[in-house]
Each structure stands twice: as structure tokens, then as C-alpha cells.
């Protein structure tokens, strides 16, 4: 055999080879992309059920929250010293409801002025500043409901805070709107009992 065609050969038998090579890497490659797809997939919609069921409980561990502070301002509500216009017994009367709730402050304010007529962060007779949130008390003297503020500074606390507030009715009007300043912190406490992993952000945001 001439060098030529042994050259050729040589050329041919290579070519041969990465031929049957490649008939079979190329399967093996396409069946680890589809493994790898779907593997990904997989970790996808694990993923997706996770944040689903994170989701669910933390809306269900604010909703709680928020309900047990309404429920304690009804009843501070039917105080009948606040109705028989006690204010100085209701002020204390607010004082120890706002420990038990863990209230940054309870607030009483006159939605016809936006004053504060009590604030549990100030002693009975001192000089009341008007509320720190105005946009709360009109929207519950105008829906007669129970309403949940936006972030604000407070006026007295000069903190961050965000409130609960409820009417107090005489009749069919709304004689005051009763308030439970709570802080970002508290929140916070929610977030953190989910124990989630640190490589997770969490947000709350109100809808």
C-alpha cells in the first residue's frame, strides 16, 4: 500500500471513529439536557409550592395579629367610663390594655377636630397634639368600619408606627375613632418565626 492510501485509510478509519463517537455521545447528551431540564423544573415548581405555602402563613400569622388587636379595642370600646365621658379612668384603663396588646400607644381622637383627646404615652392632662394619622381616622369615621393605617411617624413618639383603629359610636354617630399604634418591629417578629433561610427577602406589603 502507497502512502497516499494509507493516508487515506488512516483519514477514514478517524473519521469512522468520530463518527461512532458521536452516534453515541449525542444521545447521552440530549438524555442529560432533558435530566437537567427537568431537574430544574422539578425544582422550579418545588420552589413555587414553598413560596405559596410561606406566603399563605405569614398572611394567615398578620391576619391573627390584626384580629387580636381588633378584638381588644372592641372591648376597650364598651369601657363605660369612656362612654359616660370618664376620660381620665379610660386613659388608664387604655394604658393597661396597651401592655396587654403590646400597643406602642392606644389613642382616642375626636375625627371632627383630628384631636387627640387621650394618648397612652402621655399622662392624663397633659397638652394632646392632633393625630399623626389623619388619613385613618376620616376613613373610619366615614366607613363606620375597622380600618389598618399605612407606615407613618407618630406624633408623640416621633417613631416609625402603623395603626389599628375602630369607631366608638354614640348611637349612629362616630363619637371618637379608638386607635393601637403598633411599630415596624412587630412585624418584623412575625417575619422572623417563619425561620426562613438568611438567602431569603421577605416583604410585607400592603394591598
Given amino acids: 500500500m ?14 469512522h471513529l468520530f463518527a461512532f463517537a458521536g452516534a453515541i455521545l449525542l444521545p447521552v447528551s440530549v438524555l442529560t439536557a432533558a435530566l437537567l431540564f427537568n431537574s430544574a423544573e422539578l425544582q422550579r415548581e418545588q420552589l ?16 391573627r395579629f390584626v384580629s387580636n388587636l381588633m378584638t381588644t ?16 379612668v ?19 381622637v375626636d375625627p371632627t377636630t383630628m384631636a387627640q ?19 385613618s381616622v376620616q376613613k373610619v369615621a366615614d366607613s363606620h368600619g375597622a380600618v389598618v393605617s399605612n407606615y407613618f411617624i407618630g406624633r408623640v413618639s416621633r417613631a416609625p408606627a402603623w395603626n389599628v383603629a375602630i ?3 354614640d348611637g349612629e354617630r362616630v363619637l371618637y375613632v379608638l386607635l393601637a399604634g403598633m411599630t415596624p418591629a412587630q412585624l418584623l417578629q ?12 421577605t416583604t410585607i406589603i400592603d394591598a
Avoid: C, K, Y
Wanted: aromatic share 6%; charged share 20%.
Fill in 90 to 108: 379610660f386613659s388608664r384603663q387604655a394604658s393597661a390594655a396597651a401592655r396587654t396588646m403590646g400597643a406602642n400607644a392606644i389613642s382616642l
Fill in 167 to 169: 369607631p366608638v359610636f
Fill in 2 to 15: 502507497t502512502g497516499p492510501q494509507r493516508i487515506r485509510r488512516a483519514f477514514t478509519l478517524r473519521a
Fill in 117 to 135: 383627646v387621650v394618648n397612652t404615652l402621655l399622662p392624663w392632662g397633659a397638652e394632646m397634639p392632633m393625630t399623626g394619622d389623619p388619613p
Fill in 48 to 63: 413555587e409550592t414553598q413560596l405559596g405555602q410561606v406566603a399563605g402563613d405569614l398572611t394567615d400569622d398578620i391576619d
Fill in 73 to 88: 379595642l372592641q372591648t376597650l370600646a364598651t369601657s363605660p367610663a369612656l362612654h359616660e365621658g370618664d376620660l381620665e
Fill in 190 to 201: 412575625i417575619l422572623q418565626s417563619q425561620r426562613l433561610d438568611p438567602i431569603w427577602t
